[in-house]
């Protein structure tokens, strides 16, 4: 891959609620990256997103037209549009020799996730599949914890996002539909918790058991899940995810059991229990802007020829644990 000297010159395909966090994050970085496009089917969102970004992008209702019409004018993408797009729209911009940042999931499908990972490996772009909370406090903080063995060998992992969603934020939207979402909530908000999951665990996966249900959202597929993943490292992990109701009270979005303590903890607040002691020491971690950390990761990597932390084999691996978890509880809609 050629490293980019300068500012990388990014195109935001979808203009919706998302591609504001990315906005943000591309003007907390203006050093080293800048939107120089927007892509939407909306001209509403991409007047909002052109207001934003302090006007100056060109505009564009195809992001096909925009590749060509920009041609090198362009050097990457960053996709923000709902799921069942993604693979078409990684596929073009490899096409095009445009690297590409893109939102969870990758794509719904591990045919897609074939398809994707070829198109990338002949273009030979970097693509970096957009976990943001990879760079949660707590999780970044974790993982050091784990590696500088603050709590020997990693044996069981939690991890967990529950939340009562209002019913008009999915009702009648793209997410309420299984073919454009490509599956309920654990493709969705689930989506985190698995790859930060897949991220403490640190091993690959070995079998996957889950149960769902759909307790109060008006969507097609589940509105929660319980999955249990056993890695080949021997760790046990537990996701619990919903739009249907809060995170059980006194638990975390982490928790990581070893054999000399537990490290657990929610956004930029992390504990510490080693073994034998009552209390936890408490760690106010400084507070982080994982969608601005994420931007510039990816304009880092692109200046210097770095892997992303996660990119189409981990983006493929979080959809195989979604897709295995969908087919091992079937049967809860009866
Ligand atoms: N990382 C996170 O925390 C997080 C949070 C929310 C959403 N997301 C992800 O971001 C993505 C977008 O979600 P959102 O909430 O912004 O959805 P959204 O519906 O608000 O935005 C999607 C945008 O895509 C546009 N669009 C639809 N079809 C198009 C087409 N053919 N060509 C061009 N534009 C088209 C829509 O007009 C809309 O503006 C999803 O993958 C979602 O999972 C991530």
Not at 39 to 54: A, F, H, W
Not at 120 to 128: D, E, L, Q, R
Not at 214 to 219: A, F
Request: glycine share 10%; charged share 20%; hydrophobic share 40%.
């Amino acid at each position: 891959m050629k490293k980019i000297a300068g500012r990388v010159r990014l195109a935001i395909i979808g203009a919706g609620g998302i591609a504001g966090a990315h906005v943000k994050g591309i003007l907390a970085h203006r050093e080293k990256v800048e939107c120089v496009a927007l892509c939407d089917v909306s001209q509403e969102n991409l007047k909002t997103r052109n207001e934003q970004l302090g006007g100056g992008a060109a505009l564009y209702g195809d992001w096909r037209v925009m590749l060509k019409e920009m041609g090198k004018d362009i050097d990457a993408v960053d996709i923000c549009l709902p799921h069942h797009l993604h693979a078409p729209a990684i596929l073009d911009a490899a096409a095009a020799g445009k690297h590409i940042l893109c939102e969870k999931p990758m794509c719904i499908s591990l045919k897609e996730a074939d398809q994707i990972a070829a198109a990338v490996k002949k273009s030979g772009v970097t693509y970096m599949s957009a976990h943001n909370q990879l760079f949660m406090p707590v999780v970044t903080e974790t993982r050091k914890l784990i590696d500088a063995g603050a709590i020997g060998r990693v044996l069981h992992v939690r991890s967990q996002d529950c939340f009562r969603a209002k019913l008009e934020t999915f009702r009648g939207k793209w997410r309420a539909n299984l073919k454009l979402q490509g599956g309920g909530e654990l493709i969705d908000t689930g989506y985190h918790p698995t790859y930060r999951l897949i991220h403490l665990a640190n091993s690959t996966v070995t079998g996957v058991r889950a149960s769902m249900g759909r307790y109060y959202q008006e969507i097609e597929g589940e509105d929660t899940a319980g999955v249990q993943v056993r890695f080949a490292n021997g760790v046990i992990g537990e996701i619990l995810t919903s739009w249907a109701f809060a995170l059980p009270y006194g638990t975390h979005q982490i928790h990581v059991v070893g054999e000399k303590g537990q490290i657990f903890g929610s956004g930029s607040t992390l504990y510490l229990l080693p073994m034998g002691y009552s209390e936890p020491a408490k760690m106010a971690l400084p507070a982080a802007d994982t969608f601005a950390e994420e931007i510039a990761h990816f304009a880092t990597c692109l200046q210097t020829g770095a892997r992303p932390v996660h990119s189409v084999e981990e983006g493929r691996q979080v959809l195989e644990i979604i897709l295995a978890a969908a087919k091992d509880a079937k049967g809860w809609e009866k």
